[in-house]
């Protein structure tokens, strides 16, 4: 197994809002780090809602996790950082309708704010590769 960690971030994704790349691989294994729901194409929030933002980070983990190889029924566990907890079923009812079937671990809490303004929350993933 490669030991070598190779870092990306795909062009059809949102900017990175600081000195990091959206993905990191060492070999079979994928991180991506903390991801708002921006629309790439703007670079605003996609609604000011949590199921939109919601969806919008599902989205993006797909366009990422395709960039290396990956797809969400690979994803080991996920981390829901909520600006507000009484948003949590509006979160959950819309991860559920994109991830269906697929249930890796999650984590979800409350956090007192989030680096891109207005955004209701972030998430970020572990995954593995396809295949």
Excluded: C, W
């Excluded at 996790?65 to 909520?82: F, R, T």
């Amino acid at each position: 197994m490669s030991r070598k960690v190779e870092y990306s971030t795909p062009t059809n994704t949102m900017r990175p809002i600081g000195p990091y790349s959206h993905i990191a691989k060492v070999g079979e294994f994928i991180t991506i780090g903390a991801t708002a729901g921006v629309d790439p194409t703007t670079g605003k929030l996609i609604g000011p809602d949590i199921a939109s933002q919601t969806l919008q980070i599902l989205d993006a983990f797909e366009v990422m996790l395709a960039s290396v190889g990956s797809d969400l029924s690979h994803v080991i566990h996920v981390n829901v950082y909520m600006k507000d907890m009484k948003d949590f079923d509006e979160m959950n009812a819309a991860y559920e309708s994109k991830m269906g079937a697929r249930k890796p671990a999650r984590t979800a809490v409350a956090v007192i704010d989030v680096p891109k303004e207005n955004a209701l929350l972030t998430m970020n993933l572990t995954a593995v590769v396809a295949g």
